[in-house]
T-cell receptor, first 110, second 111 residues
Framework: GENVEQHPSTLSVQEGDSAVIKCTYS??????FPWYKQELGKRPQLIID???NVGEKKDQRIAVTLNKTAKHFSLHITETQPEDSAVYFC?????????WGAGTKLIIKP | ETGVTQSPTHLIKTRGQQVTLRCSSQ?????VSWYQQALGQGPQFIFQ???????GRGNFPPRFSGLQFPNYSSELNVNALELDDSALYLC??????????FGQGTRLTVV
């Protein structure tokens, strides 16, 4: 079955700098890769997703890249702001049975 | 708000008891997935229901069972509760090929 690894587990960046979170997956059949943001005590919220027929997708300050050959995908957040502080999860799915990474706690330092 | 609602929001049960958690999916969504999220960890896939049939299952024992109704709402049942079952239980509803929307979760505490 699918296995997703996520790094780093904690990331601390200066406000205004960029943050990059990386995930690898094992099942080459996976074709959908969402990223979720979860604030303390709240439900995960989809922030961006990418499908396997696309290499990159951008939405304002957030971008995701996918390398199918290497089976890894990354989340890029530019011009980080205090409200970006949260736990970010990557996931991989073949049939919307999401298999999740362990999460990255993003800390934005003022 | 996502339109996905879960009940109850919090629950305390004793080890060995049984529990039923409920999820009302977003209007028109025919697929419901259930996840267990232990404190400080990512959600773990329990199972998925599509049009009232189980459509995939994660690495959870048979005492975790589910049901989906004709209106696509769903239940998660857990028998013989163990202390390690204490977690946030999330359901997510979706249509095929469309993103999943999560409910706010049910916080289960087993004592």
């Amino acid at each position: 079955g699918e296995n997703v690894e996520q790094h780093p587990s904690t990331l601390s960046v200066q406000e205004g700098d960029s943050a990059v979170i990386k995930c690898t997956y094992s099942d080459s059949a996976s074709n959908y890769f969402p990223w979720y943001k979860q604030e303390l005590g709240k439900r995960p919220q989809l922030i961006i997703d990418i499908r396997s027929n696309v290499g990159e997708k951008k939405d304002q300050r957030i971008a995701v890249t996918l390398n199918k050959t290497a089976k890894h995908f990354s989340l890029h957040i530019t011009e980080t702001q205090p409200e970006d502080s949260a736990v970010y999860f990557c996931a991989a799915s073949e049939d919307y049975q999401l298999i999740w990474g362990a999460g990255t706690k993003l800390i934005i330092k003022p | 708000e996502t339109g996905v609602t879960q009940s109850p929001t919090h629950l305390i049960k004793t080890r060995g008891q049984q529990v039923t958690l409920r999820c009302s999916s977003q209007s028109g969504h025919n697929t419901v997935s259930w996840y267990q999220q232990a404190l400080g960890q990512g959600p773990q896939f329990i199972f998925q229901y599509y049009r009232e049939e189980e459509n995939g299952r994660g690495n959870f024992p048979p005492r975790f069972s589910g049901l989906q109704f004709p209106n696509y709402s769903s239940e998660l049942n857990v028998n013989a509760l163990e202390l390690d079952d204490s977690a946030l239980y999330l359901c997510a509803s979706s249509l095929p090929e469309i993103e999943a929307f999560f409910g706010q979760g049910t916080r289960l505490t087993v004592v």
